[in-house]
Nanobody, 124 residues
Framework: QVHLVESGGGLVQTGGSQRLSCAVSGRTSGPYNMAWFRQAPGKEREFVAAISWYSGNEYYADSVRGRFTISRANAGNTVYLQMNSLNPKDTAIYYC?????????????????WGQGTHVTVSS
């Protein structure tokens, strides 16, 4: 079983930056494509960013491209989401997810492993 624990959420002002972390533990033999999703109040969970275990390629939702950066460290056991130029529309619970497919996917049902989420609130 893979365990994912997010950290780094909190309150930030519009235009500010924040970095989220996701620690991967348990059966970490990999490979795991890692992704970040978010869910705002009253909305469905949506894809934010992903990074391929195999290629290191990064994938982003249009709404965050150019502002957010996903990266990994510690042999893939830590994944980060650097968020810049934040605005109130970025307010949500952010979730880390892992998947072992050969290709990166962006739909939540395709990810079997999830963290508990971390709240990010962007004040106007």
């Amino acid at each position: 079983q893979v365990h994912l624990v997010e950290s780094g959420g909190g309150l930030v002002q519009t235009g500010g930056s924040q970095r989220l972390s996701c620690a991967v533990s348990g059966r970490t033999s990999g490979p795991y494509n890692m992704a970040w999703f978010r869910q705002a109040p009253g909305k469905e969970r949506e894809f934010v960013a992903a990074i391929s275990w195999y290629s290191g390629n990064e994938y982003y939702a249009d709404s965050v491209r150019g502002r957010f950066t996903i990266s990994r460290a510690n042999a893939g056991n830590t994944v980060y989401l650097q968020m810049n130029s934040l605005n109130p529309k970025d307010t949500a619970i952010y979730y880390c997810a892992a998947d072992q497919r050969a290709v990166v996917v962006t739909l939540p049902p395709h990810y079997p492993y999830w963290g508990q989420g971390t709240h990010v609130t962007v004040s106007s």
